[in-house]
């Protein structure tokens, strides 16, 4: 496959975002920042963790979608961290649920 | 500032593979997949040995009891069965300071693309500095913040907690060490008459996918660490 013929080519010729709207992420991401502080000081009980996994999460995705430029890239750089990511989250399910069960066996 | 957005042109010494994508640049992506794993089996050890910490020895309360509270022990304030107070050993205000370093040098950062990608060697010169200082701040706060651990009583070998938070922060300073000494020698590289060359940004932007990944993980870890209670 050529370099023209390539999937890579009609994406990589997305327009990147401009200094404004650069910095305008930022300011998102500090908002977000200090939204997930209150958050973190204020009293609102079962609430709290999955709404700190969900701001922590679009945290997560404007970085990479905007700053490092995923959003504009050929997809299949999109599939390969996503299946590093979705890997890592597997790895973290299964040793809590085996360090989990083991425990809970310990205590029987 | 003037601005200018446009997709980058292809890097003058761009290495195609057959995907039709910068053989260097599939190369980092993958590097970063394969960090992810690595990260993730330090948060999974995080959060297993969170909780499931046993409180301590009476010759370690005894030794660390100021003020009528154990310090040193347990990530956050917590009350043991017999009534002995344990003062958490996490500060919260100090960390978002540095989260707040970290964010903001990643916008220094994709301005440095920014400038390499289009021309203006300035720009890239002027945040590529600025990604570095600030980087040097991070490092500074996470100095500062093992320094009082230390002074509190909490080590690498003192409990579970200790050795699993100073493995994946102290991994993840090494991550903006080796960030910062990337972006020193592309500064030092962009000082050179012939500049970075005709790939420079390529180069530059190589770095920043580096520098916002360390940026994402500690974005992770100050949610599960630090804002997530025990």
């Known amino acids: 496959m050529s370099v023209e013929g390539g999937h890579a080519a009609g994406a990589h010729q997305r327009s990147h975002p401009t200094v404004r709207q650069y910095l305008l992420i930022g300011l998102l991401l500090m908002l977000i920042t200090v939204v997930e502080l209150i958050a973190s000081y204020s009293d609102i009980g079962s609430l709290l963790i999955p709404i700190l996994i969900v701001l922590s999460a679009v945290k997560f995705a404007v970085v990479v979608a905007y700053f490092m430029h995923l959003r504009f890239e050929d997809p299949l750089l999109t599939r390969l961290f996503v299946f590093g990511f979705v890997l890592a989250g597997a790895i973290l399910i299964a040793l ?13 | 500032m003037a601005e200018a957005a446009h997709a980058p042109s292809p890097a003058a010494g761009a290495r195609h593979s057959t995907t039709g994508i910068d053989s260097r640049k599939l190369l980092m992506w ?3 997949a394969s960090e992810c794993l690595f990260f993730g089996s330090l948060i999974s050890t995080y959060l297993i040995f969170k909780g499931d910490i046993p409180f301590p020895s009476p010759a370690f309360i005894t030794e660390h009891m100021h003020g009528g ?4 022990w347990f990530p956050a304030d917590r009350t043991g069965p017999d009534g002995t107070e344990y003062a958490g050993v996490l500060n919260i205000p100090v960390t978002s300071a540095s989260t707040f370093v970290l964010l903001m040098s990643s916008v220094a950062m994709v301005l440095a693309v920014f400038g390499a990608q289009n021309g203006r060697p300035k720009m890239m010169k002027l945040w590529l500095f600025a990604t570095m200082l600030l980087g040097i701040v991070f490092l500074g706060f996470q100095v500062f913040e093992f320094h009082e651990f230390g002074a509190e009583g909490l080590n690498l070998s003192t409990n579970q907690f200790g050795a699993s938070f100073f493995v994946l922060t102290g991994f993840h300073g090494a991550h903006v ?25 390529f180069h530059v932007e190589t770095v ?12 992770v870890i100050f949610t599960i660490i630090y804002l997530i209670p025990a």
């Open chain 1, 96 to 108: 809590i649920a085996l360090f989990w069960t083991d425990s809970a066996i310990s205590n029987r």
């Open chain 2, 69 to 72: 509270e154990v310090t040193g």
């Open chain 2, 208 to 219: 920043g996918l580096y520098w916002h990944f360390v940026d994402i993980v500690w974005i």
């Open chain 2, 30 to 32: 993958i590097f970063l």
């Open chain 2, 177 to 201: 060490t080796v960030g910062v000494l990337m972006l020193g020698s592309l500064l030092v590289g962009s000082m050179r008459r012939t500049g970075l060359g005709p790939d420079s940004g």
